[in-house]
């Protein structure tokens, strides 16, 4: 395929672009590439300075034509998987046809290869390599060195067993890889239990697909050997089911179910209904429907918020992940979590209970292995969830915001305990923005064998590299970070839950004010830093001057109490 085959007009004159919420907009020139909408401005429209605004098409949720009555053009509302909001007035019925289509078809190209980030080029020099800065085994030697109780298994290296699996998994000392290849077979779509987590008293968290039980109520002593190997002398163990026990019940009907008492005495079933993933797309478009209404009454906002369900998952989410924290902390106690797949609602727990309990995630680096652990190579499908957003009606079924709904959860902890992260809210919601449409290849496709046969880490640039680099890497630090050692128990009481308003609402009110709190005290920080520095220095060129009068013979009074100030400053500085 050409790019140029779906391009009938590749550029269009006095178009005005206008972004929402400001509808003031600018006219200028439309250029339409294989990858984005350009739109530049004319001299005498900005000022001095052109503006210039890239859309990428891949971003683009749903279009909108609103032609005009006269027949002389109309407007395209282009909005956006992130939640931005274009429109384009575009002068000329077969102009507005033309691009409309065009945007249209490049917006959805089936095609990975004729994705952007395999044209993309960085503008920056690449000084570490996103794709190998968290390998796996490295990162969970941090739990398992010299442990006597569990082990690296390379089973799954060309995914045979499960391909939504990573080529490498960790899995109890004890249990064999044919033992790990006949629990598969009993488990959703082979994933069998694997480590997620150890608390530092020992305690282990897993996580698996659903036992395929069926009506007949089946068995697999492989599986039941495999996890009863993961329960520690003296400790509990408890299953954690997101679905309804009526929900995970009905699943034997298709061949599904949950672990039967019988064959598994030693472990206690929790259940906590999580809202289904396959809802959470209408949930989202709910919220984004009252979010855009300007013309209600307050009750009424609040209702339709409220009958949205999005907080309300939110919530569900937050409590479901601070069960399994407490039975991890408090009871040392072993628990698998699993709902129908393990791809989704499994997922956001795992990753919340270590956001929870381990305070290296809430840094910008932990968060980013704990992304690569826990979604990337755990096998969340981003490429068939984020195919949709919450403008766009479901095409295939697949789609859903449960990597968003994750990212929300992370930003109500980050609101109740704003000292305990590295990063801000900001960095929060551009990972949520490249998940949706990049030009970085971390987030494309379904899991790690579909990355590999891709050779993603070969022809694209991932999204670590540039974030790493240290002038991006700085936009995104938190002034008020202080290390926090300890657990971070959200309140999920509905007065503690926030909109994300910088989110959610930045296309439909101004939100520059909360934007410009984070930028000013980024600032601020920047200057004290500065400041700091320069001190350090005057204080060791007037250390310099001070020997140099002592060497002639002029004694200064406070030159010993500069010494150990000087001193002490360095220490605590490092410098």
């Given amino acids: 395929m050409e790019f140029s085959d779906l391009i009938k007009s590749p550029y269009v004159d006095s178009v005005t672009l206008r972004i929402f919420p400001d509808t003031r907009g600018f006219k200028g020139r439309l250029c339409i590439t294989g990858h984005h909408m350009i739109i530049s401005s004319h ?7 052109v503006a210039e605004v890239w859309i990428l098409h891949m971003s683009v949720d749903v279009t909108e ?48 290869y004729n994705f952007y980030p395999f044209f993309f ?60 290849a006949a629990s598969a077979n009993f488990r959703e779509a082979n994933r069998f239990p694997v480590l997620s987590y150890i608390h530092p008293n020992k305690a282990a968290m897993l996580r698996s697909g659903q036992p395929l039980v069926g009506t007949g109520n089946r068995r697999s002593r492989e599986d039941e050997q495999l996890l009863l190997a993961t329960i520690r002398s003296g ?44 809802n959470l797309h209408e949930s989202l478009s709910k919220m984004l429907d009252a979010c855009s209404d300007r013309n209600i009454s307050v009750d009424k906002w609040l209702s339709r918020l409220e009958n949205s369900g999005w907080l309300n998952a939110v919530s569900e989410v937050l409590h479901g992940a601070c069960v399994v924290a407490q039975c991890l902390h408090n009871e040392g106690a072993t628990v698998l979590v699993h709902g129908a797949e393990g791809l989704d609602m499994t997922l956001c727990i795992t990753s919340l209970v270590q956001i929870i309990l381990d305070p290296d995630t809430r840094t910008i680096r932990g968060f980013e292995a704990l992304l690569e652990r826990e979604w990337l190579q755990g096998g969340h499908p981003f490429a068939a969830r984020c195919s949709r ?7 295939t079924k697949l789609e859903s915001p449960t990597f968003l709904l994750f990212l929300d959860c992370i930003r109500q902890l980050h609101n109740q305990y704003t000292c305990s992260f590295q990063f801000t809210p900001a960095f929060l919601k551009f990972l949520f923005e490249n998940a949706c449409a990049s030009e970085y290849g971390t987030f494309l496709c379904n899991n790690a064998r579909e990355r590999s046969l891709m050779h993603l880490s070969r022809k694209t640039i991932s999204l670590w590299s540039y974030v790493n680099h240290p002038r991006i890497l700085v936009s995104f630090l938190s ?28 296309s439909f009110q101004d939100v520059s004010a909360e934007i410009d709190e984070w930028n000013v005290a980024i600032a601020a920080k920047a200057r004290d830093d500065e400041l700091r520095e320069k001190v350090i220095r005057l204080r060791k060129e007037m250390l310099v001057l001070e020997r140099e009068l002592l060497s002639l013979g002029i004694s200064t009074p406070d030159i010993n109490d500069e010494f150990r100030k000087l001193t002490m400053e360095d220490s605590e500085n490092g410098a």
Avoid at 126 to 137: A, V
Avoid at 240 to 267: C, D
Avoid at 488 to 494: K, Q, T, V
């Fill in 235 to 278: 400790k509990r163990a408890f299953v954690f089911e997101t679905r309804s026990i009526i929900t995970a019940g009905a699943a034997k009907n298709k061949g599904g179910g949950y672990e039967l008492e019988v064959y598994y005495s030693q472990w206690r079933r929790i259940h906590h209904p999580l809202e289904r993933w396959t």
């Fill in 389 to 395: 957003s919450g403008f766009g009606s479901r095409r």
């Fill in 43 to 49: 001299p005498a429209e900005s000022g001095s300075s």
């Fill in 479 to 506: 002034p008020v970070y202080e290390p926090n050692s300890g657990c971070l128990w959200p309140s999920i009481a509905p007065m503690s839950l926030i909109l994300w308003r910088e989110l959610y609402l930045h």
């Fill in 65 to 112: 034509r609103k032609p005009y009555p006269a027949g002389n053009g109309g407007s395209l509302l282009v909005k956006c998987k992130d939640f931005k909001i274009y429109q384009l007035d575009i002068p000329g019925q077969l102009d507005l046809h033309n691009v409309a289509s065009s945007v249209e078809k490049l917006s959805h190209i089936a095609d990975v």
């Fill in 121 to 180: 080029r960085p503008m920056f020099e690449i000084l570490e390599d996103g794709w190998t800065i968290f390998p796996l085994e490295s990162e969970y030697a941090k739990w398992i060195h010299g442990s006597d109780e569990w082990r690296v298994s390379h089973a799954n290296r060309d995914f045979s067993i499960c391909d939504s699996y990573p080529a490498v998994v960790v899995v109890p000392k004890a249990v064999t890889d044919q033992t790990l």
